[in-house]
C-alpha cells in the first residue's frame, strides 16, 4: 500500500468522522499499532488500550475541517503527515496542529505517532 499524501488525508477525514460519530475508540483501536501512542494538548499521553476503551465515550465533536496538509515521507514504510485542524463542539472551538505517523504493518497502513499542538493559547 502507497502511503500518499491522498492515502493519509482519507485516514485522517476517517478519524475525524468517527470522532463525530462517537466510534473513535473502536477506529483508532484498529488503526493504531499496538504500541502506538497519543500525546494531546492537555499534555495527555494515551496507549493504544486508554485509545481503544475510552473514545468511544468521548463527546462527540459537531464539525471539523483540516488544512494545509504537508506529507512527510520517513522512508519507504513510514511517513508523517502534518496538517492544521480546527474542530466546534457546541459553543467550543478547538485548533491544533497534528502529526500523524503511520507505519506499514504486514501490508497495512497503522498509525505509530500523534501527537496535537494547540495553536488557540
Request: with cysteine; charged share 15%; glycine share 8%.
Amino acid at each position: 500500500m502507497v502511503m500518499d499524501l491522498n492515502t493519509l488525508l482519507g485516514l485522517e477525514r476517517q478519524g475525524w468522522d468517527s470522532l463525530c460519530e462517537q466510534r473513535g475508540g473502536t477506529f483508532y483501536g484498529e488503526l493504531m499499532t499496538d504500541d502506538a501512542v497519543m500525546v494531546l494538548v492537555n499534555g495527555m499521553i494515551m496507549d493504544q488500550p486508554t485509545i481503544a476503551a475510552s473514545m468511544n465515550d468521548a463527546p462527540p465533536w459537531d464539525s471539523y475541517q483540516i488544512t494545509d496538509p504537508q506529507l512527510i515521507p520517513l522512508n519507504d514504510g513510514a511517513a508523517t503527515l502534518l496538517y492544521n485542524a480546527s474542530a466546534r463542539r457546541g459553543s467550543d472551538n478547538f485548533e491544533a496542529l497534528m502529526t500523524s505517523t503511520y507505519v506499514l504493518v504486514d501490508g497495512q497502513i497503522r498509525m505509530k505517532l500523534y501527537q496535537q499542538t494547540t495553536v488557540t493559547h
